[in-house]
């Protein structure tokens, strides 16, 4: 009988477990292994409709659980720091958690080091050195990993993460089909992520689908805006079989941490 390995996950906001990973942490705990998720920030600073947006983090907190369940998570840990923005430039506010792009990253690399040690994690995954498509909460949960992994002495760690020429591609075909929302800019995607060379594993998650999607779906807060539907919500419209096709492969680079 295979020995039971323990995955690590790292995130930096509510809800990007499920775009980025969560077919991949579906498939492991349906295998046996051991899945742990940790989200760095409350996501309090997410775009969200009026009617959703009074105490937004404790929203996204039950989001966030909903999710983990449906992934079949077996441990979630909450940092409990701050969303630091879109443009990382969000203040502290009073008696508030601290943003995470102004937290020492030796604190924050310390915390999470912890639990690797606690579960003694055999596999940390994180983000690319860009943090996906730029959000300075995602690039500061790169340099985190990098550090928390070394201090850990974490033996695998691998990078989340997207082909971008494949990316590119599927955003210039949807767009034929689907009307993306205005805050959605295209062309931002073509410095984003990882190019297909840099590759180094691909996780076909097809077979659990539906568990990827029922993720994406219970961040329901983050599918509207006052404005109309955001992103995730063209995302969840699209037919199963399209869906599928879309999202049935989960894509990491495999780093060697410095240790």
Same mark, same amino acid.
């Given at each position: 009988?295979?020995?039971?390995?323990?995955?690590? =996950? *790292?995130?930096?906001?509510?809800?990007? /477990?499920? *775009?980025?990973?969560?077919?991949?942490?579906?498939?492991? @705990?349906?295998?046996?292994?051991?899945?742990?998720?940790?989200?760095?920030?409350?996501?309090?600073?997410?775009? &969200? @409709? $009026?009617?959703?947006?009074?105490?937004?983090?404790?929203?996204?907190?039950?989001? *966030?659980? +909903?999710?983990?369940?449906?992934?079949?998570?077996?441990?979630?840990?909450?940092?409990?720091?701050?969303?630091? #923005?879109?443009? #990382?430039? +969000?203040?502290?506010?009073? #008696?508030?958690?601290?943003?995470?792009?102004?937290?020492?990253?030796?604190?924050? &690399? $310390?915390?999470?080091? /912890?639990?690797?040690?606690?579960?003694?994690?055999?596999?940390?995954?994180?983000?690319?050195?860009?943090?996906?498509?730029?959000?300075?909460?995602?690039?500061?949960?790169? /340099? %985190?990993?990098?550090?928390?992994?070394?201090?850990?002495?974490?033996?695998?760690?691998?990078?989340?993460?997207?082909?971008?020429?494949?990316?590119?591609?599927?955003?210039? !075909?949807?767009?034929?089909?689907?009307?993306?929302?205005?805050? =959605?800019?295209?062309?931002? =995607?073509?410095? !984003?992520? @990882?190019?297909?060379?840099? %590759?180094?594993?691909?996780?076909?998650?097809?077979?659990? %689908?539906? &568990?990827?999607?029922?993720?994406?779906?219970?961040?329901? $807060?983050? !599918?509207?805006?006052?404005?109309?539907?955001?992103?995730?919500? !063209?995302?969840?419209?699209?037919?199963?079989?399209?869906?599928?096709?879309?999202?049935?492969? /989960?894509?990491?680079?495999?780093?060697?941490?410095?240790?």
């Amino acid at each position: 009988m295979a020995a039971v390995k323990t995955l690590v =996950f *790292l995130h930096a906001h509510p809800d990007d /477990e499920a *775009l980025l990973t969560s077919g991949t942490m579906a498939r492991a @705990s349906a295998e046996g292994q051991r899945v742990v998720l940790v989200v760095a920030t409350d996501g309090a600073a997410g775009l &969200a @409709s $009026s009617s959703m947006s009074v105490d937004l983090a404790a929203r996204r907190a039950e989001e *966030l659980d +909903e999710s983990a369940r449906v992934l079949g998570v077996h441990r979630l840990v909450r940092l409990g720091y701050a969303d630091s #923005g879109l443009h #990382g430039d +969000e203040e502290q506010q009073p #008696g508030g958690p601290l943003p995470l792009c102004r937290a020492p990253l030796e604190e924050a &690399a $310390s915390r999470v080091a /912890e639990i690797l040690v606690e579960e003694d994690a055999d596999v940390l995954v994180s983000y690319d050195r860009n943090g996906g498509y730029g959000h300075p909460d995602h690039v500061r949960v790169h /340099e %985190i990993g990098v550090r928390a992994a070394e201090l850990a002495y974490t033996p695998r760690v691998y990078e989340a993460t997207i082909p971008r020429d494949l990316l590119v591609r599927a955003i210039k !075909a949807a767009g034929k089909v689907y009307r993306f929302p205005p805050e =959605f800019d295209p062309t931002s =995607f073509e410095r !984003a992520y @990882s190019a297909s060379s840099d %590759i180094t594993h691909r996780v076909d998650v097809r077979r659990y %689908i539906d &568990a990827k999607r029922a993720s994406m779906a219970a961040h329901a $807060s983050q !599918a509207t805006a006052d404005d109309g539907d955001r992103t995730l919500a !063209a995302f969840l419209r699209m037919p199963k079989p399209l869906f599928r096709k879309v999202f049935g492969t /989960e894509w990491y680079r495999q780093s060697r941490p410095r240790i």
